[in-house]
């Protein structure tokens, strides 16, 4: 059974730092894109960053300059570190997997595998 579990998600005063993990089980996705997707109460889920099989990388511009994604291949793990957080990035953060893209993508129609997320709080 293929999983997707996120960790790292906390409670952190405005410009903190925050480091998210996604562990994956099940199979091995060193040639599918991975994804960060978040979503705030009210509001519909949003892309936030994506890295392809080749690293190349590719960032929402409300967080370009401030995340930055990276994957390790040998742990199937992905990573999401956060920098200069905003209480606007207060939102449920969401791994995602595609096993039909390479390459980075923000569309979430895309992803075929999906965490259940982790809760990251930013207060003013």
């Known amino acids: 059974q293929v999983q997707l579990v996120e960790s790292g998600g906390a409670l952190v005063q405005a410009g903190g730092s925050l480091r998210l993990s996604c562990a994956a089980s099940?199979?091995?996705?060193?040639?599918?894109?991975m994804g960060w997707f978040r979503q705030a109460p009210g509001k519909e889920r949003e892309f936030v960053a994506a890295?392809?099989?080749?690293?190349?990388?590719f960032y929402a511009e409300s967080v370009k300059g401030r995340f930055t994604i990276s994957r390790d291949n040998a742990k199937n793990t992905v990573a999401l570190q956060m920098d200069s957080l905003k209480p606007e990035d207060t939102a449920v953060y969401y791994c995602?997997?595609?096993?039909?893209?390479?390459?980075?993508?923000?569309?979430?129609?895309?992803?075929?595998?999906w965490g259940q997320g982790t809760q990251v709080t930013v207060s003013s």
């Open positions: 995602a997997a595609s096993t039909r893209y390479y390459s980075a993508t923000r569309h979430s129609g895309v992803y075929n595998y």
């Open positions: 099940g199979r091995t996705f060193s040639t599918a894109a």
């Open positions: 890295i392809g099989s080749s690293v190349s990388t």
